[in-house]
């Protein structure tokens, strides 16, 4: 399995066989003049809830026109690495209307991952409550996490960082940092969760995850950024300890070693990992029928290469990796399909829209 998985990563830069040829598909920006867009969640009327890291949200209607900040969002801590992340629908937001949105929050001394909801009516969020704070502050403006998604259950997953400083605590259990967090859409821990001490935690030992998918089958997907090297993507499992700081594939910024290990009994492999690390940030696993040579493949965004990494997958596993729409040259920071089909790729201050050729 290692040496496979290494094997992989020494040909991340080549296109595998059934790679798909740029002639495939076309570019072009569905919206653009955002400030720092970090996630998008399509509306059923076509318009799409947008995320800007400075602490907006906005909608943009079905032609890609933003409109203006939505009224009642909560205050985000904007420092470093935080800002306003996330934003999903309940799963009956048709009947509810109910918007969660995870952001950084507190102060420079005290600060931490959160989710609000609210009530979307018109251009304002209504009945906003807090539902969660991270239990574990820090005093550090970066590693937060931020991605959330619901299972088929109905219960919420989010995932937190290890603040950066602190990445011992992405180990013990009792700490909110380094890990998956899973609770009711009230915000309170859920049922079946695999350490009675630790409500909250599904899953634990990662660095600062900021991709995060479910299947239409249940498949928890998550990939997570690693120090200098080492980045990686899991299938994450209830209980399962993914390993930081204790074993890794990159080692820390100034060179020096981490941990001399890449692999220890009771700690799970990654799928996939990436030396040197591309910066992955968004995470879509395409399910649709438009482009049907990708159907069941991972996009994933990556920051340092300006562009997007398919992933295909076969057997539940990654069978191969393609650089795709290199054309965007520019930071991506979330990708995600839409209810066209297509996909929506989140650059620093546009969107754009991948189609079929004409």
């Not at 630790?198 to 299947?215: F, K």
Request: with cysteine; glycine share 12%; aromatic share 10%.
């Amino acid at each position: 399995m290692i040496s496979m998985i290494r094997a992989a990563c020494l040909m991340a830069a080549i296109c595998f066989s059934g790679c798909t040829s740029a002639a495939d598909y076309r570019l072009e920006t569905w919206a653009k003049g955002l400030d720092l867009p970090w996630s998008i969640a399509f509306l059923p009327d076509g318009s799409a809830l947008v995320t800007e890291l400075g602490g907006q949200l906005r909608r943009v209607d079905v032609s890609g026109q933003p409109g203006a900040p939505i009224e009642n969002v909560p205050a985000v801590y904007f420092a470093g690495q935080g800002g306003l992340f996330d934003v999903v629908l309940h799963p009956r937001f048709t009947e509810n209307h109910i918007v969660y949105l995870s952001y950084a929050e507190g102060s420079k001394k005290d600060n931490g991952t959160a989710i609000a909801r609210g009530r979307l009516n018109g251009n304002s969020l209504e009945d906003v409550d807090v539902i969660f704070r991270n239990y574990t502050r820090k005093d550090t403006p970066v590693h937060y996490g931020g991605r959330m998604a619901f299972l088929p259950d109905g219960s919420l997953l989010l995932t937190t960082g290890d603040g950066f400083d602190y990445r011992e605590a992405a180990q013990d259990i009792d700490s909110g940092l380094g890990k998956v967090l899973r609770m009711n859409d009230n915000g309170t821990p859920a049922a079946g969760n695999p350490f009675p001490g630790a409500p909250y935690v599904y899953s634990y030992g990662h660095r600062n995850p900021q991709g995060l998918a479910v299947s239409r089958s249940g498949t928890v997907w998550l990939h997570e950024h690693g120090p200098r090297g080492g980045d990686e993507l899991n299938r994450v499992e209830s209980g399962v300890n993914y390993g930081w700081p204790a074993i890794t594939y990159g080692v820390d910024y100034s060179g020096a070693v981490i941990s001399p290990y890449t692999e220890w009994e009771g700690m799970a492999q990654p799928e996939y990992y990436w030396t040197p690390s591309i910066a992955p940030s968004g995470l879509a696993i395409y399910e649709a029928d438009l482009f049907p040579e990708w159907k069941g493949d991972l996009f994933v965004g990556a920051l340092v290469d300006q562009e997007v990494r398919r992933l295909d997958i076969s057997g539940g596993k990654v069978a191969s990796e393609e650089p795709v729409f290199s054309e965007v040259a520019a930071r991506v920071r979330d990708v995600r399909v839409g209810p066209d089909s297509m996909l929506y790729i989140l650059t620093p201050d546009s969107i754009v829209k991948v189609t079929p050729p004409r």
